[in-house]
């Protein structure tokens, strides 16, 4: 069953819907440069809102087409977007992919950490596959910490694997990974969240 929106005592995680644009927008124009060295979407410049919208047309079309799920964070009124996360099918069947950023101002608080613990556990849920993984640049400190904390293993490091902003100079991915059967007792499996479908009706 196809989560649409999450709760935590901190956190609403959601589909987002083209109305977002202007948040969505705002949260990214204040973090360019935060985000710049480690998001290959990241725009040079403030990008123009219909742009935005355009984009949040397609991301809710996928979600609803079980194609991709990606979502927003926002504070618990929505009246601000926080970051932006995800259960992504790009690496093959049997897994999902978590992808998160934090917006500058909302970093350093656990949100990261939070919400990748949270879909983990939905993931495992809501879906019928046997793996989590989180890919991270080595460089990228902060990031690695979040697997790190929850419990993931780190399998790997592929070299030259992440897209990059430029597309042609790609940086190196530590594959981190958490299996099924690992869930239970990991730190991941302590963050509680409540999920419901597109009626408001409480998944299990
Ligand atoms: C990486 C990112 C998602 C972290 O978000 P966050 O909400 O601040 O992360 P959290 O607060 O959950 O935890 C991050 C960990 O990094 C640690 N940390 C904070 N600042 C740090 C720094 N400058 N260097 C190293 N570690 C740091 C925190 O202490 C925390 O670890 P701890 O709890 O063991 O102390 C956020 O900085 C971000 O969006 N960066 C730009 C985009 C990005 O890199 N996305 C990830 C791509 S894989």
């Known amino acids: 069953m196809t989560p649409y929106r999450i709760e935590t005592e901190r956190l609403v995680v959601r ?5 977002d644009a202007p948040l969505l927008k ?7 440069d935060h985000l710049r060295p480690w998001m290959p979407w990241t725009p040079d410049q403030p990008e123009p809102l219909d742009d935005v919208y355009e984009r949040l047309r397609d991301f809710r079309a996928q979600y609803d087409r079980d194609e991709n799920h990606i979502m927003g964070v926002f504070a618990p ?3 601000r977007l926080l970051g932006g996360t995800g259960l992504h099918p790009r690496q093959g069947e049997g897994g999902l992919e978590i992808g998160y950023w934090i ?18 556990r939905v993931g495992f849920a809501c879906f019928e596959i046997d793996r989590v993984e989180i890919r991270v640049d080595p460089a ?5 910490r979040v697997p790190q904390k929850l419990g993931f ?16 100079d790609l940086r190196d991915a530590n594959i981190w990974a958490m299996f099924r059967s690992a869930l239970a007792g990991s730190p991941a499996e302590q963050y509680d969240y409540t999920a ?3 009626l408001g009706r409480a998944l299990p």
Request: net charge negative; with cysteine; hydrophobic share 25%.
């Open 15 to 19: 589909c987002y819907d083209p109305e």
């Open 26 to 32: 705002d949260a990214v124009d204040r973090s360019l």
């Open 77 to 79: 009124d929505e009246s």
């Open 103 to 120: 917006a500058a101002d909302a970093t350093g608080r656990g949100y990261a950490t939070e919400l990748a613990g949270v879909l983990t």
């Open 140 to 144: 990228n400190e902060r990031s690695e």
């Open 153 to 168: 293993t780190k399998e790997a490091t592929l070299r030259r694997r992440l897209p990059s902003k430029s597309g042609s």
């Open 196 to 198: 419901y479908d597109a």
